[in-house]
């Protein structure tokens, strides 16, 4: 059974980039065919998708966050990491990490972490 | 960027009822589609994936069906643990997420 869990500040500072980590338990990120992804869902509102990478490296953004996101994997650790710059109020969210299938039509998010809630305040 | 439209934005009913949810998309994504319930305070389960495979263990009163922009979610028989808020996603480009449905009690 795979498992996720993000760890990273629960608050950050307007302006502050928000780092955060999902460790992969019980799968690898090495694994061929999948994805690890980053969503949020800031409060009361719904998904939005983030970006992913591929254990090789090869990374997706969402086009409106592209320019400040970052997504790394340590593979030797079996971990993946989320950074995103100039934060801003609107970024206040439950922030999850997952992993996403490739099947044949698309991928598809099989396994998510519990979520962790990055509040941007001063 | 692909848009998905998701309707209704939230629904209510009663155990027993039959529900249909719907997802548009801007441009055809052939099957590319995905179904998600989420609970408060939890992260989101996959239903269904490629717009109408049950996923493992998923109660087989959920149905997904549709291709090209138009999509539905149905549940035959609300049950009680249904009460959720269900979301669509597109993997065709990028991905997607629907704005959301929440099924509510009547």
């Known amino acids: 059974q795979v498992q996720l869990q993000e760890s990273g500040p629960g608050l950050v500072k307007p302006s502050e980039t928000l780092s955060l980590t999902c460790t992969v338990s019980g799968g690898s990120v090495r694994s061929g065919g999948y994805y690890w992804s980053w969503i949020r869902q800031p409060p009361g509102k719904g998904l939005e998708w983030i970006g992913y990478?591929?254990?090789?490296?090869?990374?997706g953004y969402n086009p409106s966050l592209k320019s400040r996101v970052t997504i790394s994997v340590e593979t030797s650790k079996n971990h993946f990491s989320l950074k995103l710059s100039s934060v801003t109020a609107a970024d206040t969210a439950v922030y999850y990490c997952a992993r996403d299938a490739l099947g044949g039509s698309g991928t598809y998010t099989d396994y998510w972490g519990q979520g962790t809630l990055v509040t941007v305040s001063s | 960027d692909i848009q998905m439209t998701q309707s209704p934005s939230s629904l209510s009913a009663s155990v027993g009822d039959r529900v249909t949810i719907t997802c548009r998309t801007s441009q055809s994504i052939s099957t590319y589609l995905n179904w998600y319930q989420q609970k408060p305070g939890k992260a989101p389960k996959l239903l269904i994936y490629a717009a109408s495979t049950l996923q493992s263990g998923v109660p087989s009163r959920f149905s997904g069906s549709g291709s090209g922009t138009t999509f539905t979610l149905t549940i035959s028989t609300l049950q009680p643990e249904d009460f959720a808020s269900y979301y669509c996603q597109q993997s065709y480009t990028s991905v997607t997420f629907g704005g959301g449905t929440k099924v509510d009690i009547k």
């Open positions: 990478i591929y254990y090789t490296g090869t990374t």
